[in-house]
């Protein structure tokens, strides 16, 4: 099993971006996203399970990022839009073997594959 990350890059305030992350190898029913900042901890950005479409977002970033999914490419995206500073971070995929409930979706340890990571810097 293979995730592969990618879409990073600078972008002035108020822009967007969109991260793509290609999964090789199987099909997983919950799949999420995670930032990171050097000397913080992996922080919980978005999750959703399919089918059936439950949806979980960090309320920092609740109306302004989607997550979705092409079934026919395995590859799940994250939207952001109207992009702040705060969201400065390497940004990480992950795909979990168990279907948890929502209430575990923001829980990285829930997650047994993770992307590489990509850069998203915006520029205030």
């Known amino acids: 099993v293979q995730l592969q990350a990618s879409g990073g890059g600078v972008v002035q305030a108020g822009g967007s971006l969109r991260l793509s992350c290609v999964v090789s190898g199987r099909t997983f029913s919950l799949m999420g996203w995670f930032r990171q900042v050097p000397g913080s901890e992996r922080e919980f950005v978005a999750a959703r399970r399919w089918p059936g479409g439950s949806t979980v977002y960090a309320d920092s970033v609740k109306g302004r990022f989607t997550i979705s999914r092409d079934n026919a490419k395995n590859t799940v995206y994250l939207q952001m839009s109207s992009l702040k500073a705060e969201d400065t971070a390497v940004y990480y995929c992950?795909?979990?073997?168990?279907?948890?409930?929502?209430?575990?979706?923001?829980?990285?340890?829930?997650?047994?594959?993770w992307g590489q990571g990509t850069q998203v810097t915006v520029s205030s």
């Open positions: 992950a795909a979990s073997e168990k279907n948890w409930i929502t209430g575990e979706f923001r829980n990285v340890v829930r997650y047994d594959y």
